[in-house]
């Protein structure tokens, strides 16, 4: 079992940046790939990007490619996902997510175990 704890969200203009973080909780971190995911306000979740557990190698979706850039801190248990340059787009509930290692990982079903997620809003 792991525990995910999203922080970090809050309101933000645009061309700004947040940094959010993902406490893991309950299992060995490193076992894990980690994902983000976004549901912006009426659509589907979605995609952001994902960090395997013990390389640390990234993927993003490219739609966020260049602006967002996920880590993991291996001895703190702790997911990140730094954003720059926000845009009125990046407005969603952001989610972390644990996984076994996989290639489907931009799927949701790739995914055990989920955080509650945290509101990020961007402000013209």
């Known amino acids: 079992q792991v525990q995910l704890v999203e922080s970090g969200g809050g309101l933000v203009q645009a061309g700004g940046s947040l940094r959010l973080s993902c406490a893991a909780s309950?299992?060995?971190?490193?076992?894990?790939?980690m994902g983000w995911f976004r549901q912006p306000p009426g659509k589907e979740r979605e995609f952001v990007g994902r960090?395997?557990?013990?390389?640390?190698?990234?993927v993003y979706a490219e739609s966020v490619k260049g602006r967002f850039t996920i880590s993991r801190d291996n001895a703190k248990n702790t997911l990140y996902l730094q954003i720059d340059n926000l845009r009125f787009e990046d407005t969603a509930v952001y989610y972390c997510?644990?996984?076994?290692?996989?290639?489907?990982?931009?799927?949701?079903?790739?995914?055990?175990?989920w955080g509650r997620g945290t509101q990020v809003t961007v402000s013209s």
């Open positions: 997510a644990a996984g076994a290692p996989t290639t489907y990982y931009d799927r949701e079903g790739a995914y055990g175990y």
């Open positions: 309950g299992a060995t971190f490193t076992m894990y790939a």
């Open positions: 960090v395997s557990g013990r390389f640390s190698a990234t």
